[in-house]
């Protein structure tokens, strides 16, 4: 398997544009989950979805941002206006719930976005 | 939420040495996993470890529950064990990290 699969790798807007992050899981794995990894705040849970369902956006920090999930093999991140302040390397990661949400979670590359 | 605390924040090693990190947690967990992200960014899983030790090669490591902390052992460490270690706990609470930079 190829592994987490991410896209794009760098993504450069300005303020106020819409910016839209994907990602591809492992195949056959049942959950998903979308970081942020920021310099301040390290690496932060923002939403996981299980079986395509959004579980837990306790994380998701605001009305700007939303997550899809429209089938098993593809999500997206999306931020509506973004704001420099968003700007991270955002990490998708997906593993097989024999535990539940808690089993090994395999990252993919991660998106590193900058908004200016 | 949980608060994680890893110990030391930085440390330097020169190749072959072994070194002991650590993560304190603040409450119970039924999920706890190191994490190894290398200089490129990368973050790879590489123990799931709630309680009990684990072995992997030159990495081991061990979790005490019942007093809320774990331990990352690296043996004779390799230039490329450089990067930064992270320990997260429950969904994921994720600490701030060891930094570890191994030199030749």
């Known amino acids: 398997d190829a592994g987490v699969i991410q896209s794009p790798r760098h993504e450069v807007t300005e303020m106020g544009q819409e910016v839209t992050l994907r990602c591809k899981p492992i195949?056959?794995?049942?959950?998903l989950f979308w970081y942020r990894q920021t310099m301040m705040r390290g690496l932060e849970l923002l939403i996981y979805f299980n079986n395509n369902v959004p579980i837990d956006d306790s994380g998701m920090p605001e009305d700007r941002f939303s997550a899809k999930m429209p089938n098993a093999s593809f999500s997206t991140l999306k931020i509506q206006p973004s704001e420099p302040r968003d700007s991270a390397v955002y990490f998708c990661?997906?593993?097989?719930?024999?535990?539940?949400?808690?089993?090994?979670?395999?990252f993919g590359p991660g998106t590193r976005l900058t908004v200016l | 939420g949980i608060q994680v605390e890893q110990s030391p924040p930085d440390l330097i090693l020169q190749e072959g040495a072994n070194s002991t990190l650590r993560c304190n947690f603040s409450d119970s967990v039924n999920n706890l996993q190191w994490f190894h992200q290398n200089p490129w960014g990368q973050l790879i899983n590489l123990f799931y470890?709630?309680?009990g030790t684990k072995q992997n090669g030159r990495l081991s490591a061990t979790t005490v529950a019942t007093e809320r902390y774990s331990l990352l052992y690296i043996s004779s460490s390799q230039t490329t064990d450089s990067g930064v270690y992270f320990c997260?706990?429950?969904?994921?609470?994720f600490g701030a990290g060891t930094t570890v930079t191994v030199r030749a």
């Open positions: 997260a706990v429950a969904k994921l609470s």
């Open positions: 195949s056959g794995h049942d959950y």
């Open positions: 990661a997906s593993s097989y719930g024999k535990r539940g949400s808690t089993d090994t979670q395999y």
């Open positions: 470890i709630p309680s």
